[in-house]
Every structure is written in structure tokens, then in C-alpha cells.
């Protein structure tokens, strides 16, 4: 079946990039998300991309995807204190969103 | 300002009691969802609504029900059936098709 598969952790230290990876398997997805999750609240989009572009930029956010290997990323430049939370990759289904497990984003001094 | 609203927010049940989470929206959204989520296991469907009065299963629907009577709600039902109900719940919408998904704050249940 679909599906859609990230790392659990990455720690950058503040000021740094902060690369987030994800894999997907579903090629007919038409739009692939990014949504963040700040501890104990619901997920709020961060940013999306169509299939049919490479990159998308949005202030310090960069995503990138390269559909021959079905690989997105997401670059956080500058990262801060407040960037620290789950970061979730999700694709296009059938009737639903594809989720990664997501991503918990830690900022070391 | 239009938005989903879950309540509560937490909510403490005994084993073997059935409970009533509410979800409730005013973005005039076609669809709505119910999505379970666990520590590192990210979010898993558990029920979705593509229109009132019909409602899909999801990849876990058992010991779950829901109902679409109104197209604000979208109300979900943990009943005793469900043997491991401790966990984060969430409610989304989006207007159909792809787009992106609007998510309410989410409830925490605990069995105790």
C-alpha cells in the first residue's frame, strides 16, 4: 500500500539548517505537505508543494522534491528555539492524506 | 473566525464506559476526519466523512463509531470495545479533493 516514511529525530543546534527528510511511495500524489505539530496542539500547515515543481521557497523554508526517487526534504534555515516541535511529511491519497510518522525536531544551544 | 473546534480538550473515563468526542466545524468543509495518534506512529485513520450522512471506516475503526448528521459535526464515540482508547485524538477537515487538511487542537483521552 501507500506510503510515506521519515526519521523520528534530528537535532541541529540553534542557528544551523535543519534538514528533514522523507520518502513516499504513491508516484500519483498530486500535492505533498508539510505540516508542523508544536507539543499538545493540532497540525497546522507549514507549507506544500504540487508534484509537478522541484522547488518551493517561502521565507526560511525550502522544500524540495525530486519525484524520480520519490524523496522530499525540508530546509529550515536559521533554525530557532521556536522551530522545535514534530515535523510531519504527507502525501496525496485516494481519499485521505499518506502520513509519516513525523519528525521531532530538537534544538540544542 | 472559522476554525474546527474540539472539547474537550482532556476527558478521564473509566474502563468500560463508552465517551463522546466532539468535533465541530464552520468552514463550510465537504470532508471530515477522525485521526488517532500515538507516540512515534504518527496519524492513523480511524473514521472519514466526504458528505453528510455517509461516513467511511479508516484504517482503524474498531471499537470506534461516529455520525454526519450536520455538515458542521462530526462527533466520535470510543466505546469499550476499543482496548487500548488512551491516546491523542484528532479531528480535521478540508473542503475535498486535495488541499490542505485544517486540524482542531485536539483531545486527550485517558483510561484509567
Known amino acids: 500500500g501507500e506510503d510515506v516514511e521519515q526519521s523520528l529525530f534530528l537535532s541541529v543546534r540553534e542557528g544551523d539548517s535543519s534538514v528533514i527528510n522523507c520518502t513516499y511511495t504513491?508516484?500519483?500524489?498530486?500535492?505533498l505537505y508539510w505540516y508542523k505539530q508544536e507539543p499538545g496542539a493540532g497540525l497546522q500547515l507549514l507549507t506544500y508543494i504540487f508534484s509537478n515543481m522541484d522547488m518551493k521557497q517561502d521565507q526560511r523554508l525550502t522544500v524540495l522534491l525530486n519525484k524520480k526517487d520519490k524523496h522530499l526534504s525540508l530546509r529550515i534555515a536559521d533554525t530557532q528555539t521556536g522551530d522545535s516541535a514534530i515535523y510531519f511529511c504527507?502525501?496525496?491519497?485516494?481519499?485521505?492524506?499518506?502520513w509519516g510518522a513525523g519528525t521531532k525536531l530538537i534544538i540544542k544551544p | 473566525d472559522g476554525g474546527i473546534t474540539q472539547s474537550p480538550k482532556y476527558l478521564f473515563r473509566k474502563e468500560g464506559q463508552n465517551v463522546t468526542l466532539s468535533c465541530e466545524q464552520n468552514l463550510n468543509h465537504d470532508a471530515m476526519y477522525w485521526y488517532r495518534q500515538d507516540p512515534g506512529q504518527g496519524l492513523r485513520l480511524i473514521y472519514y466523512?466526504?458528505?453528510?450522512?455517509?461516513?467511511q471506516k479508516g484504517d482503524i475503526a474498531e471499537g470506534y463509531s461516529v455520525s454526519r448528521e450536520k455538515k458542521e459535526s462530526f462527533p466520535l464515540t470510543v466505546t469499550s470495545a476499543q482496548k487500548n482508547p488512551t491516546a491523542f485524538y484528532l479531528c480535521?477537515?478540508?473542503?475535498?479533493?486535495?488541499?490542505?487538511?485544517?486540524f482542531g487542537e485536539g483531545s486527550r483521552l485517558t483510561v484509567l
Open positions: 504527507a502525501a496525496d491519497g485516494n481519499y485521505q492524506l499518506i
Open positions: 480535521a477537515s478540508r473542503a475535498g479533493g486535495p488541499g490542505e487538511l485544517f
Open positions: 466523512s466526504q458528505i453528510v450522512n455517509d461516513f
Open positions: 504513491d508516484s500519483s500524489s498530486t500535492y
